[in-house]
C-alpha cells in the first residue's frame, strides 16, 4: 500500500460499517456482502474527490468539455452544468427542472455584475473565495441571488468584523435589503452600542426620516441621558432644515421629554422646537411631569419609560451567602443582563442599611456578625475609594434607610432596628451640610427588619417585629411637622420585608409571618399602598415564598434580588411588570445571598 492508497480488510460481518465510515457506495458494500464467504478486499483513495475536482477545473481553465456559457454584461463564462448545480441551489432548479435553460447551453443572467459572477463561478471549482471591503458587497448581493450559502454567510461574517460607527447603519441597510437577518441585527446592535459616535457621521445625517424613526424608537440606544437622543434629533433636522422641520413633531414623539430636566426642557427643547404649535403639547405633558409629581401614574407612556442604558446599574450589597456573610458587592447591567463582581466592603456586616447620594453609596450601621454596629461608611463610585462618615448616635442592625429627595443635600433617614438589647423606634436623620447624626421624632411603634421607603416627600416604614411578633402596622413621617402619622394596616403580617415606592404607590414585597427562625411561613404575596386612598391591594405573587430580599427601583420597574425560603439563601432575581402584573425571571446573582441591600446606581460616564 503507498501513496493515498489505503488498503481496508474487514470481514462480512462489519463491512457494511466500515463502508459508511469511509464514505464508499452502499452499493459497494453490499456488492462485498454477496460475494463468498472469504474475506473482501478493496481500495479507498482519500484524495480521489480532491483529485477529480482539480481536474474538472483544469478543464474549466482551458475551456474543455464545458456544456454551458454565462453571460453577464457581454462577458462569458463557459462552465460545466454539473459543478454549478452541486454548489447553487439556483443553478440546480436551472438545470434540472422544466425551465427553458436547462436545454440552453448560453444563459444571459440580468443585472449580474460578470466580475462578481466569475468570482463565485471559481469558487464553485475551488471552494477559495477572496473578500475585500471593494468587492464583499457585490459578492454578497451575487451569492445571495445564486443561493451559494456558504459564500453568503462569509460575506457577512467579514462585513460583521468591520462594522464602525462610520458604516454600520449603510451595512444594516444592505443586510436589509438583501434578507441577511443575522448580519442586519448585529449592525443595529452595533448602531445602538455606540450611537453617540455614529450620530456624527455621515450615514446619520442622510437617513430619511423612516429610517431615523425605526432608530429613535428604540429604547437599547446607549446613552448616558435622554439629551444625547434629543441633540442627535436636532443635528438631524438641521442638516436640512427647510426640508426636514415638517418631520419635527413627528420625532418628538419619540424624545422621552419628561426624563429630561425641568432646566433642559425650558433653555433647550422649548427654545429649538417651541415655535412649532404640534410640538407644545409633548413639551406642556413633560412640564406637567415635573410640576405634578403625584399625578404622574396618569401620565405614563412610552416617553417616560427611560432607556436601558440611562436607568443605571443595579448594586446588590453583602447580606448572607450562607457562611459567615458575604461583604462584596455584584452589579447588574440591564443591557446586557448580567452580574459582574464589583468591590467590596470595608467591613463585614450584616443587617445593614445603603443610601445613595449624589454618587455616593452610604453605608449605615448592621452588625458584623459579633456585635451591633453604629458605624457609616461612604463608597465614592466615581472614585471607587472608601471613607468615614459620622457614627449614628445609637447601635443598630437591622434598621430601615431611605433617601428623601433626589438632590446632592438630600437628607438620609435611618429608622427603628435593634441595638443588641431591644427592638428602636428611634430615627436618625443625616445632614450632609453638617456632617452629623441628629434624633428626629420616633414612631409610635419599635420595629426591626421593616420595610422604608420615601414616597411624595415622606417616610414610610411597614411591618418588620417588635418584641412581640411581626406586624401589620404602617407608619408615615413629614418632614415639615416632624411628626409620624399612622396609615392603612397591610393585609399580611411581615417581617423582614422589602418595601420599594414605583409610580406614587408604596409596594410590600415577601416577609415572614412566624418567626424568623421557625421552619416555611415565608411570603411570596405582593401588596401596593396607595396614599391618595390609604388602601393595600394586592398584586402576582413572587415565584418563591422569602424573607429578607432586596428591592429596588431601576428605572421604572421594581426588581427583587435574593432572599432566604426558609431552607437555602436565593439567587433568584425577577423584575415587576406592572401593565401586566406579572414577575419576569433576570438572570441570576452569581450566589444566593439574603438581607444583602439592593440600589440602584447612576450609568456609567464611560460607557462610550
Request: glycine share 8%; charged share 20%; aromatic share 8%.
Amino acid at each position: 500500500m503507498s501513496g493515498c492508497d489505503q488498503k481496508c480488510e474487514t470481514s462480512k460481518d462489519n463491512v457494511s460499517q466500515n463502508s459508511v465510515d469511509e464514505g464508499l457506495p452502499r452499493e459497494l458494500s453490499q456488492l462485498s456482502l454477496s460475494s463468498g464467504s472469504s474475506p473482501e478486499e478493496f481500495h479507498c483513495n482519500k484524495g480521489h474527490s480532491e483529485a477529480t475536482l482539480k481536474n474538472i477545473f483544469t478543464y474549466y481553465q482551458s475551456q474543455k468539455l464545458c456544456d454551458v456559457v454565462l453571460i453577464a454584461a457581454g462577458v462569458r463564462i463557459p462552465s460545466h452544468k454539473i459543478v454549478l448545480a452541486s454548489c447553487s441551489e439556483y443553478f440546480a432548479a436551472m438545470f434540472t427542472g422544466s425551465l427553458q435553460e436547462a436545454k440552453l447551453s448560453e444563459i444571459t443572467l440580468e443585472r449580474v455584475d460578470p466580475q462578481a459572477l466569475r468570482t463565485l463561478v471559481h469558487y464553485c471549482y475551488t471552494g477559495i473565495i477572496e473578500l475585500s471591503e471593494e468587492t464583499v458587497e457585490v459578492l454578497l448581493s451575487t451569492a445571495t441571488l445564486l443561493q451559494l450559502h456558504v459564500v453568503t454567510s462569509t460575506c457577512c461574517d467579514y462585513l460583521e468584523k468591520q462594522l464602525d460607527p462610520c458604516n454600520c447603519l449603510g451595512i444594516a441597510l444592505f443586510a436589509e435589503q438583501q434578507s441577511c437577518l443575522n448580519l442586519h441585527k448585529a449592525a443595529m446592535d452595533y448602531t445602538h452600542q455606540h450611537f453617540v459616535q455614529v450620530v456624527k457621521n455621515e450615514e446619520f445625517l442622510c437617513l430619511t426620516e423612516a429610517q431615523l424613526e425605526i432608530l429613535l424608537k428604540s429604547d437599547d440606544l446607549n446613552v448616558v441621558t435622554e439629551e444625547n437622543v434629543f441633540e442627535s434629533l436636532m443635528l438631524w433636522v438641521q442638516h436640512d432644515l427647510a426640508n426636514r422641520q415638517k418631520h419635527l413633531p413627528n420625532l418628538l414623539k419619540l424624545i422621552k421629554l419628561p426624563l429630561l430636566s425641568s432646566e433642559y426642557l425650558i433653555d433647550k427643547v422649548e427654545a429649538a422646537c417651541g415655535n412649532v404649535s404640534e410640538c407644545q403639547p409633548l413639551i406642556m405633558e413633560a412640564v406637567k411631569w415635573h410640576l405634578l409629581p403625584e399625578r404622574r401614574s396618569l401620565l405614563f407612556s412610552h416617553r417616560t419609560r427611560p432607556r436601558t442604558s440611562t436607568i443605571g446599574r443595579l448594586l446588590a450589597i453583602g447580606g448572607m451567602d450562607g457562611y459567615k456573610g458575604a461583604n462584596n458587592m455584584e452589579m447588574y447591567d440591564p443591557r446586557t443582563n448580567t452580574w459582574t463582581p464589583f468591590m467590596r466592603m470595608g467591613t463585614r456586616r450584616l443587617q445593614f442599611g445603603v443610601g445613595v447620594i449624589h454618587n455616593k453609596l452610604i453605608v449605615v450601621g448592621g452588625r458584623d456578625g459579633l456585635k451591633t454596629l453604629n458605624t457609616v461608611e461612604c463608597f465614592d463610585l466615581t472614585s471607587l475609594s472608601w471613607s468615614t462618615l459620622a457614627s449614628l448616635n445609637t447601635h443598630r442592625h437591622g434598621l430601615g434607610v431611605a433617601v428623601l429627595g433626589d438632590g446632592p443635600n438630600s437628607p438620609i433617614y435611618a429608622v427603628g432596628g435593634h441595638d443588641g438589647w431591644i427592638y428602636l423606634n428611634s430615627v436618625e436623620r443625616w445632614d450632609s451640610c453638617s456632617r452629623s447624626w441628629t434624633l428626629v421624632a420616633p414612631m409610635a411603634g419599635a420595629r426591626s427588619t421593616c420595610g422604608v421607603a420615601a414616597l411624595g416627600g415622606r417616610l414610610y416604614a411597614a411591618g418588620g417585629r417588635d418584641s412581640g411578633a411581626c406586624l401589620r402596622s404602617v407608619e408615615c413621617y413629614d418632614p415639615a411637622t416632624n411628626h409620624w402619622a399612622a396609615c392603612a394596616p397591610m393585609t399580611r403580617r411581615r417581617g423582614g420585608v422589602s418595601v420599594c415606592a414605583s409610580a406614587g404607590y408604596l409596594y410590600a414585597l415577601g416577609g415572614h409571618e412566624a418567626p424568623a427562625n421557625a421552619v416555611g411561613g415565608r411570603l411570596a404575596c405582593v401588596e401596593r399602598y396607595d396614599p391618595a386612598t390609604d388602601t393595600w391591594v394586592l398584586l402576582a405573587r413572587l415565584s418563591y415564598g422569602r424573607d429578607a430580599m432586596g428591592s429596588c427601583l431601576l428605572g421604572n420597574r421594581i426588581v427583587a434580588v435574593g432572599g432566604y425560603d426558609g431552607a437555602q439563601y436565593l439567587s433568584v432575581v425577577e423584575v415587576y411588570d406592572s401593565e401586566n402584573n406579572c414577575w419576569r425571571k433576570l438572570s441570576s446573582l452569581s450566589t444566593g445571598r439574603a438581607g444583602a441591600a439592593v440600589v440602584a446606581i447612576p450609568p456609567p460616564r464611560n460607557i462610550f
